[in-house]
């Protein structure tokens, strides 16, 4: 093979690869319809009341978030989800996704894992052949499953053949980015601060992608007890930019 081939060929190979990429990173552009610029999941009871002021400050609180909720909670229902649709049985995804739905005290913080993943059906079905989509929002139609975004996530980057650590550090990248852009509005900061956050907070990303890699259902716990509180009060607020 002449040299002007085999660039051609590793040229291809590497264009196929990055245009899978393109496709993930598409819907997680800020400007991709699913609604989670509506929601703070308890963050802005926290901003009202002067706990999240700084650039350190939402830091610390997006890193708790990573760490002390999305861990334990969704991420873990990420890796069993993805599992469960390698065993291709859809009644143990279904119990899956009412597990997760039963584990979210909060009514707003519930009601925003719907919402999103109804809104994510909505916008990506119609720019993919996902089968296990368009089979999970028939379930959805029919009210056998409430829609929660990390199953439907999950199910998205399980046809787009993606490997199952990139699902959990793309859907902890996800969770989190769409908190750090709305804090900006909320606080408010400028958009160098979030930026910087955000760059602080990919090895924490990392760090918890890793550890989930090793967890399982019996691994589940809400003990954010702080964030469960203020998603309950969110709804209580004067005034509020958010749904959640």
């Not at 610390?60 to 993805?82: P, R, W």
Request: charged letters at 25%; proline letters at 2%; glycine letters at 4%.
């Amino acid at each position: 093979m002449s040299k002007q081939n085999a660039d051609l060929k590793n040229h291809l190979s590497t264009e196929a690869i990055s245009t899978k990429f393109l496709y993930l990173m598409h819907i997680h552009d800020s400007a991709f319809p699913i609604g989670t610029y509506t929601h703070s999941f308890g963050m802005e009871t926290y901003i009202q009341e002067d706990v999240i002021r700084t650039k350190e400050d939402l830091f610390q609180f997006c890193s708790m978030y990573i760490h002390e909720n999305l861990v334990y909670t969704d991420a873990i229902f990420v890796k069993e989800g993805f599992e469960k649709i390698e065993q291709g049985d859809i009644s143990v995804l279904i119990r899956l996704e009412k597990i997760c739905d039963a584990s979210k005290n909060a009514e707003e913080t519930r009601e925003a894992s719907r919402m999103i993943g109804k809104q994510f059906l909505q916008a990506v079905l119609p720019v993919t052949d996902s089968e296990s989509l368009e089979k999970w929002k028939q379930l959805f139609k029919e009210k056998k499953v409430h829609g929660h975004f990390p199953l439907a996530y999950t199910l998205y980057t399980y046809d787009m053949d993606f490997d199952l650590y990139t699902t959990i550090l793309t859907f902890l990248y996800s969770s989190t980015v769409g908190l750090v852009h709305n804090a900006v509005r909320a606080i408010p900061l400028g958009q160098k601060a979030g930026i910087e956050v955000i760059h602080r907070l990919i090895p924490e990303m990392e760090k918890a992608a890793i550890k989930v890699m090793e967890m399982d259902l019996s691994d589940l716990s809400n003990h954010a007890l702080g964030l469960e509180l203020s998603s309950m009060k969110h709804k209580h607020l004067h005034s509020r930019l958010f749904i959640s």
